[in-house]
């Protein structure tokens, strides 16, 4: 089940929740559903990322756990903030600037998503128990980056 409450205005935060699960095309439907369409791709991407690490790190993919995205829309800056029901864990993300660098030593893919937000968004934040999520990504005005693809 999703709960929303629609639609984003600007300036003020919205919130959508659902139980743990890897269906996420709908939900990452509703979270872009304002995102100009030359930065859907990119932030669809880190987007899915982070609420894949939610549900399966976090929630350990229980379906009685919730996975919880606040968003709101101001002056050309996207934010989400997801929130997990796990226990965290200690943010340690070294992550290189060179895109190569990402690729995986020894087959190992844990700790790759969190390089992908590091290069997706303009901020990326954690709160200290390791289980709510800051994204931001400015868009429009200011310092503004062309999408990655």
């Not at 993919?61 to 756990?65: A, C, Q, R, V, W």
């Given at each position: 089940m999703i709960a929303i409450s629609l639609p984003v205005t600007?300036?003020?935060?919205?919130?959508?929740?659902?139980?743990?699960?890897?269906?996420l095309c709908p939900i990452l439907d509703l979270l872009l559903a304002n995102i100009p369409q030359e930065w859907q791709p990119e932030l669809r991407l880190g987007l899915q990322e982070a609420l894949v690490n939610a549900v399966v790190h976090g929630n350990k993919?229980?379906?009685?756990?919730i996975v919880e995205v606040q968003f709101s829309i101001a002056e050309g800056?996207?934010?989400?903030?997801?929130?997990?029901r796990g226990a965290g864990f200690e943010v340690n993300c070294n992550c290189p600037d060179d895109p190569e660098a990402l690729l995986p030593e020894n087959e190992a893919e844990q700790g790759r998503g969190l390089c992908l937000l590091y290069q997706i968004f303009d901020r990326v934040d954690w709160n200290s128990q390791g289980n709510q999520l800051k994204l931001c990504k400015q868009i429009r005005g200011g310092k503004q980056k062309t999408p990655l693809f």
């Open positions: 600007r300036s003020k935060w919205e919130t959508l929740s659902f139980a743990s699960t890897l269906y993919l229980d379906p009685s756990k800056i996207y934010s989400w903030i997801i929130s997990d």
